[in-house]
């Protein structure tokens, strides 16, 4: 008989000290980096509005240190943090009517690093004309301050997406939460949704009444046990999402889909409304999970509030800003022993080590679409993706991005036989995503008249009539 593997006995932990690396290709984001290089080419949330104050603010992203500033003229400035004179940071400088003024010899340098003053030399220096500072184009839209920190000649445009403007009144809330971990833990999670039913369900507290009163949970929907779990790639590989199906009661079945956007956006499907009475709604938030540097991370986003998300005001505007969001215990640091007794998302994936260790995973059918993220991330970062499909944007023509998150419910009576049931459910998920498919080549205007119409079609029409 073969002898057992040694690491897979009983009392084996002698046999599993050896730490493996972890995924540099995926993890490391610094510049020249392979994952940093593609992120780099898309516009990045590096603070909110309201962090840019009298004083300039020291961020740190994608490990480059940097200082963002509103000048006094209202313009956003993203500079290298280190003065090119003798290196003094420009955390301590003085903001001016144009531009930001070192502390230590009074440089002054306008946002694009443009050199406007030097005190201390002939007004006729060439130093004027042959020394830039660092400067990165950066602009500031809803409470987030965005910067582009690639090669200027790959500048892409603002991805416009059609939740930013529906419902009519929709307000975007900027807010941002800290993770003292690598960026891919956050932003896989999106996909591990499994986690929903069991982090946030009610294994640390007695009763779902007292996880939803203690914001453990979402909602009861949430609670009522396992999702089926599928997930499709979306924009020919430079987006996933996963589809979620849930029996809500005997007549009603409900379908989420949350959606990744390559490299690091996400657009989740509504956390608020009533999972029984969602006919079909957009995102509740757009959220970017960018890497401060390897070992730690910031999600900056909007929570979107409007009518049809905070339909039963659930949601409290007040409770969203920096390092806050008003969904969840758990999103950002609480005292330890809160954690420990009430954990959720920052205790779970920060715990997951600084970097997570692939390697020492051993993956289940659950963990199937954090395995497809890693491998469309490889797949973008090598070049060894097709083209980018998305509908093109169009604004003079009123044809922006379309997202893929979305919550619907259906009428899809209950079978008797409960696998039959499950595989009815897994049928009506694939039947929606071909909804929200072919709706992605539908004019912005009509696109949700469209879904509607064909989500009518799937179920007869029937909800409405059923309540
Ligand atoms: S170090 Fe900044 S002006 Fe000299
Ligand atoms: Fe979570």
């Known amino acids: 008989m073969a002898p057992k593997n040694p690491k897979q006995v009983p009392y084996g932990a002698y046999h599993k000290t050896r730490m493996p690396a972890y995924d540099p290709e995926l993890t490391e984001t610094g510049p020249g980096t392979p994952m940093g290089e593609y992120m780099r080419r898309f516009w990045q949330p590096v603070c909110l509005s309201e962090e840019l104050t009298d004083v300039p603010k020291a961020i740190r992203i994608m490990g480059e240190d940097l200082v963002a500033f509103r000048d006094r003229s209202g313009n956003i400035g993203v500079l290298q943090r280190h003065c090119s004179h003798r290196g003094t940071s420009l955390e301590y400088g003085i903001i001016q009517p144009k531009g930001i003024r070192c502390c230590y010899h009074g440089w002054v340098y306008d946002i694009d690093g443009t050199i406007l003053e030097m005190p201390a030399e002939p007004k006729d220096s060439r130093i004027y004309e042959t020394v830039y500072h660092g400067a990165y184009p950066a602009f500031e839209r809803s409470g987030l301050v ?28 900027a807010c941002s939460n800290v993770y003292p971990c690598n960026w ?12 929903a039913a069991l982090l946030h369900n009610n294994m640390t507290v ?31 590989g430079h987006g996933m999402c996963f589809i979620a199906g849930r029996r809500v009661n005997d007549d009603v079945i409900w379908v989420r889909h949350s959606e ?22 957009t995102v509740c938030m757009t959220r970017w999970h960018v890497p401060v540097d390897d070992e730690n991370m910031i999600i900056f986003g909007w929570r979107h509030f409007n009518e ?5 005001g659930d949601g409290r505007e007040e409770d969203c800003g920096v390092d806050k969001i008003d969904f969840l215990d758990g999103q950002s640091v609480r005292p330890y022993d809160v954690g420990q007794r009430a954990p959720g998302d920052y205790e779970a994936l920060a715990g997951q080590r600084a970097i997570a260790v692939h390697a020492l995973e051993n993956p289940v059918s659950s963990d199937a679409g954090v395995f497809m ?6 797949e973008l970062v090598r070049g060894e993706a097709g083209p980018d499909t998305s509908r093109p944007v169009n604004e003079d023509q009123g044809q922006t991005l379309h997202s893929f998150g979305q919550d619907s419910t259906l009428r899809m009576p209950l079978h008797p036989d409960l696998e039959a049931d499950e595989q009815a ?39 409405d009539a059923a309540e």
């Open 260 to 281: 990744l956007v390559f490299p690091n956006a996400t657009h989740v499907g509504s956390l608020f409304s009533s999972a029984h009475e969602a006919r079909h709604t």
């Open 206 to 236: 007695e009763s779902v009444d007292q996880a939803i009163k203690s914001g453990l949970t979402f909602s009861d929907a949430f609670t009522s046990g396992m999702p089926i779990l599928d997930w499709e790639r979306t924009r020919n």
């Open 425 to 463: 459910i897994r049928e009506m998920e694939r039947k929606v995503y071909a909804i929200m498919a072919d709706a992605d080549a539908v004019d912005s205007a009509d696109r949700m008249a469209f879904i509607l119409a064909r989500l009518d079609e799937l179920d007869g029409g029937m909800l």
């Open 308 to 312: 049809v998300i905070d339909r039963y």
């Open 373 to 378: 993220c890693r491998r469309l991330l490889h």
């Open 184 to 195: 891919l833990q956050t932003y896989e999670n999106t996909m591990d949704h499994i986690h």
């Open 146 to 173: 965005f910067a582009y920190m690639g090669p200027p000649e790959e500048k892409p445009e603002f991805p416009e997406y059609d939740f930013l403007h529906f419902p009519v009144n929709n307000r975007l809330v």
